[in-house]
């Protein structure tokens, strides 16, 4: 703890000084409770009943991860791979796209007041429709094949976004624009000179929070059609109460979740340092 | 330096600007009252007034930020319609570019002025040349501005101070015919204050410019202008109170240039204080200003 002897802060309280590894122990807490109290469960469950399928022990868990990703199918296929692959895929698809089209609708109707009156209430009603209820709709549309889910992921995401990317243009002080005015700027100056450059970096921290919905949106998709994938393997051997492999694929794709914002977040400290402390 | 007519159009003009904000339920409030003013070329003006009497408003109308409700405001005979690179500022809360580094603030214009969006990739190699020399330029800004080893740094990495410092270069390195300033110098410490106003003194000598600063320093006014301009809500016409702000004063300093400290101790220099001071005051307070006398720079009710 910082500051030795009898002029210490109190380890608790919102002054509270924390050393590093004091929140390296923290951090670390929780999951090993977690982990604690599914190993206890799951002994539990096998000492009254050694065929039990709902929680597997550590071993079955395992073997369940090494067929999944070492040993290849009747297919030939190392599914977790393959499954992998083919989600990831339409998962950049739909967010990249989103990304960029919610970027480019924000920052428009962000700065040109004509863009704005025709779009933005429109946007806003757009966004509330509800992405799962356009599901059948777009499969009828465009088939069971990639196009549908990439779709769903895009219109679940891409208005959220530009509705933000919106409000960050909107954010920047009116000063700030007259300001590069008076320096010389051009319209369009402003725009891609003081304007984008700002809302940039609130892009990925949007991308981060649209994670978790495109996710969710992706494995809907998967779950009701689709020949592979991360949500399509879950929702298939449901059917045989194989926990030893949904465990681990649910597993798997939150730690795939986790790396994902992990990325954006070292993108913006590194590339962005300027942005305000609280949004690193 | 007097007023002379111009042979061309003045460098400003206000004529007749009344400015109204709509009031919630209550039709609107007037805050500026029919101005009329006229700014010959290479005039240096200061705006003093009490807080809220609408200084910086004027300064949004001279930019083109907003437009009058009625009357005309004329920057070299054309009507305002919006900002421009002839007209410089520096704004009474700093608006430095966050995302970019002192230095790249500073040479932003300069920049600008030169490359095009596309014209800085299509002639990249050029642009790299000059860019160095924009560099030098803007560092030979920042050391006047004792911010040279701060070149590096972001805004939020500078106290209050230094921004405006910052924002205050990023202005006159683009050598605008007109510079407008809102309360440059008020976040600043007693020598980097002095340092500037000398700075800014000297930059006025070689440049020509035409400078309309806001200051609640009234001694710096006298000091630094040509011209002193009073605008006050504070005055009672025949039709009774007033309504919205007006130049109660608008005086010449009669110092000479370049200025020296010494006119501090000019017995002139002390009338034009009082004189000021005075008109700028809320009246409820001129009774108790009169028994008390006046401080040195009580810019009405400094805010
Ligand atoms: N956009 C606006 N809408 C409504 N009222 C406004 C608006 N802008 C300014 N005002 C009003 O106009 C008056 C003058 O404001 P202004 O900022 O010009 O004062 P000021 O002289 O610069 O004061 P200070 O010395 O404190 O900076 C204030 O009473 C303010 O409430
Ligand atoms: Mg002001």
Known sequence: MPGHGRHTRRWYGILAAMSGRASLVLAVLPFALLAAIYLYGSAARHAENPDDKVMPTVGQLADGIWRAAFEADRKGEYRLWVDTKASLRRLAIGLGLAALVGLAVGLNIGVLPIARAATYPFLIFFAKIPPLALLPILFILFGVEEKAKIILIFVGVAPVIAIDMYLRAREIPYEQVVKALTLGASQPEVIYKVVLPQIFPKLLSAVRLSLGPAWLFLIAAESIAADVGLGYRIFVVRRYMAMDVIIPYVFWITFLGYLMDLALRLWMRWGFRWVGEGEK | ?303
Not at chain 2, 88 to 106: A, C, K, R
Not at chain 2, 150 to 178: D, N, T
């Open chain 2, 1 to 303: 330096m007097s007023a002379t007519e111009p042979s061309g159009p003045w460098q400003l003009e206000l004529k007749q600007v009344v400015q109204e904000y709509p009031v919630k339920g209550a039709g609107w409030k007037r805050v500026l009252d029919s101005l009329d003013l006229r700014v010959p070329a290479g005039e240096l003006v200061a705006l003093v007034g009490p807080s809220g009497c609408g200084k910086s408003t004027l300064l949004r109308l001279l930019l083109g930020m907003e437009l009058p409700r009625t009357g005309e405001v004329l920057v070299d005979g054309k009507h305002v319609v919006g900002p421009s690179r002839e007209r410089g500022i520096v704004f009474q809360h700093y608006s430095l570019f966050p995302n970019l580094t002192v230095l790249d603030n500073v040479t932003y214009g300069l920049e600008l002025e030169e490359f095009t969006l596309l014209g800085k990739w299509v002639r990249y190699p050029r642009y790299r040349r000059r860019r160095k020399t924009f560099r030098s330029e803007a560092m030979h800004a920042l050391e006047k501005m004792r911010l040279a080893e701060h070149a590096h740094k972001y805004p939020f990495e500078l106290s209050g101070g230094m921004r405006q410092r910052v924002a205050i270069a990023q202005a006159m390195i683009m050598r605008p015919r007109l510079l407008m300033m809102d309360e440059p110098f008020g976040a600043l410490d007693y020598t980097t204050r002095y340092d500037l106003q000398l700075y800014l003194l000297d930059n006025f000598y070689q440049t020509r410019m035409t400078v309309l600063f806001i200051t609640h320093d009234l001694e710096e006014a006298v000091f630094l202008a040509d011209r002193i301009l009073v605008l006050s809500p504070y005055y009672v016409t025949d039709s009774g109170a007033a309504n919205g702000s007006r130049f109660l004063l608008d005086e010449r300093v009669p110092f000479p240039h370049p200025r020296v400290l010494a006119i501090k101790k000019d017995p002139r220099f002390g009338a034009l204080l009082e004189q000021i001071c005075e008109l700028g005051l809320d009246p409820s307070r001129r009774q108790l200003y009169r028994e008390r006398g006046p401080g040195q720079s009580a810019g009405g009710d400094a805010s």
